[in-house]
């Protein structure tokens, strides 16, 4: 079944999605957390989608660019840097810890992106134009909470547990927002439906999960670091059973055999980065790993898209969506989550350039849209600007289809992918130019040639890939449960070459790379206590 299963994949795809996550990965990691991790999301969710061969799929990439980036950003709420410095530590018991929970926070990761990327390729024409409203609620309700927050909870972010609203550094607010702002849609809407139903379950199941694990039985996996891995838990779980209560059979096998193979691919890439150290060069090891992590994640992509793109017939339509939906999709993708990242650019721009002021002409660089910086500088005026474009071209093309846009859907997907990428390449690498090493060249430098390929990768895949024939309905749990035994039987294989190699290459020293992190024994550096008034955070 599993060979079958393989072979069924497309083989453009394989390389698309390990590619296109490389990629992402590696800009990901230069801004950070959910809004970061977004940006992999999206730009995956393209490149597999336009090297599937589906026509269908070719109609919704936009939104499998929006459920990729906010399935992907999950996990961004994950820490995981101590995780991997337990590997590094030399301490037997630490290292095996940390290879195992690196296989946790992948699967984590990648099961609620694999799930999410999935979704469109599932949901009917009416279903899906149920989501961008309670999506839309949610973004806007999360920026309403982020001024409130910046007015009158203000702290300084190294010092965050002296805030009132800290509960174990975690996201329990965002959630507790993004349940109002959907039970507000409910209400509106006088009921539930498939999209509120699977905002607020994952709501839901992310405090089903984080306060008994964290709060009842004091399961901390870095203390005193973050525990949104417990939240993701209960997200994977309420993912699930919504998946299967809705008979959502491809999701359930996109969550199971995106996050298994995922998650092993994730802890395999820690030990092809002490690999690397051991070799005695010196670059940008980290970067090398992120980079190998987003490939390992593409690869886990592909695979469950690919069988999905075989599997599954012409996705549903059951009535026509929207023109403004759309459109608001695609304005989401290019400039809300480029904007979200990019603008954190500014503050390495000011800190580095020193004939950059925070503010010049009575505006900062950038407002960030809250009060205490501003609200609007002059990063935000270009965005203005953009978004007015933008929105007259979304109007015009409304009345009569504009000449810059192709005829057919695959155009306008390869279209929106290619201009994503490269402004996330070239923004990326403005962010890094103020202090470019040469070190950076494994970055910046690599991620611009992995760009490259992937464009020319991407438009010849498509021309190649034509869909075999749909099997109707041919997946079942059972592939699911097959898959995910046989990724555990392989994470089990691998934890021990992970574990051995690692012995292997530093013994019982301290691998450089990382800090020193010791999670058991007398020697460990774990605490559990809340950070003390005046320290900083870890």
């Known amino acids: 079944m599993i060979v079958e299963l393989i072979s069924s994949v497309p083989a453009p795809m394989w390389v698309a999605g390990a590619v296109a996550l490389s990629v992402g990965w590696g800009i990901r990691g230069n801004f950070g957390h959910e809004p970061g991790a977004a940006l992999p999301g999206a730009l995956a969710a393209m490149a597999v989608v336009l090297t599937s061969g589906r026509p269908d799929w070719f ?8 459920f990729g980036a906010f399935g992907w950003s999950f996990g961004g709420s994950i820490s995981y840097m101590q995780v991997v410095g337990y590997t590094h530590s030399g301490h037997r018991p630490t290292q095996l810890y940390g290879y195992a929970n690196l296989f946790v926070i992948g699967f ?33 309700a999360w920026q309403i909470k982020e001024v409130l927050v910046d007015a009158f909870v203000r702290v300084d972010p190294a ?42 379950s994952l709501g839901v199941g992310w405090y089903a999960a984080f306060l008994p694990l964290v709060n009842l039985f004091r399961l901390r996996m870095t203390p005193p670091r973050g525990d949104n891995w417990a939240g993701c838990v209960g997200m994977v779980v309420a ?22 193979l995922g998650g092993v691919g994730y802890a395999l890439a820690q030990l092809l980065k002490l690999v690397g150290i051991r070799s005695g060069r010196q670059t940008n090891w980290h970067s090398v790993l992120e980079q190998l992590q987003g490939a390992f994640h593409g690869l886990a992509l592909a695979f469950g898209m690919g069988v999905l793109s075989q599997r599954l017939p012409p996705a549903p339509q059951g009535g026509v969506l929207p ?7 695609v304005g989401l993708v290019l400039l809300g989550l480029t904007y979200i990242n990019y603008r954190k650019a500014t503050t390495t721009w000011v800190q ?21 910086r501003g609200w609007i500088g002059w990063f935000e005026l270009v965005y203005l600007a953009l978004t007015v474009v933008y929105l007259l071209g979304a109007l015009w093309n409304a009345d009569a289809p504009l000449v ?4 057919t859907a695959a155009g306008r997907g390869m279209l929106l992918m290619l201009v994503f990428l490269w402004w996330c390449v070239v923004f990326n690498f403005e962010r890094a130019l103020t202090g470019f ?38 997946l079942d749990e059972r592939h699911a449960w097959t898959v995910l035994g046989l990724g555990l039987l392989l994470e089990l294989i691998a934890l021990g070459v992970e574990f051995g190699g690692t012995r292997l290459l530093f013994g019982s020293q301290h691998a450089p790379g990382a800090g020193l992190h010791i999670r058991f024994g007398p020697n460990r550096t774990a605490w559990s206590h809340r950070p003390r008034p005046g320290e900083r955070h870890p």
């Open 404 to 407: 810059l846009l192709p005829a």
């Open 437 to 474: 090493a040469p070190a950076r060249i494994v970055t910046e430098w690599v991620i611009a040639i992995n760009a490259a390929f992937l464009s020319g990768w991407v438009i010849w895949g498509h021309r190649v890939v034509s869909a075999k024939a749909f099997r109707g309905n041919g």
């Open 239 to 260: 993912m699930g059973v919504y998946a299967k209560t809705r008979g959502w059979t491809p999701v359930l096998f996109a969550l199971v055999a995106v996050g298994t």
């Open 159 to 200: 010092r965050r547990h002296e805030s009132p609203l800290y509960w174990y550094d975690s996201d329990w607010l965002d959630v507790l927002v993004a349940l109002l702002a959907a039970g507000t849609v409910v209400l509106v809407r006088g009921g539930l439906d498939v999209a509120t139903g699977l905002i607020l």
């Open 108 to 140: 984590l990761w990648a099961a609620l992106g694999g799930a999410a990327t999935t979704l469109p390729a599932v949901l009917s024409s009416e279903e899906l134009s149920r989501f961008l409203v309670p999506i839309l609620a949610v973004v806007v």
């Open 352 to 372: 580095q350039v020193a004939s950059l002021p925070e503010r010049f002409y009575r505006l900062p660089v950038a407002g960030f849209l809250l009060p205490s």
């Open 323 to 329: 023109y403004w939906q759309s459109a608001t999709g």
């Open 59 to 66: 109609e919704r990439v936009h939104w499998f660019a929006l």
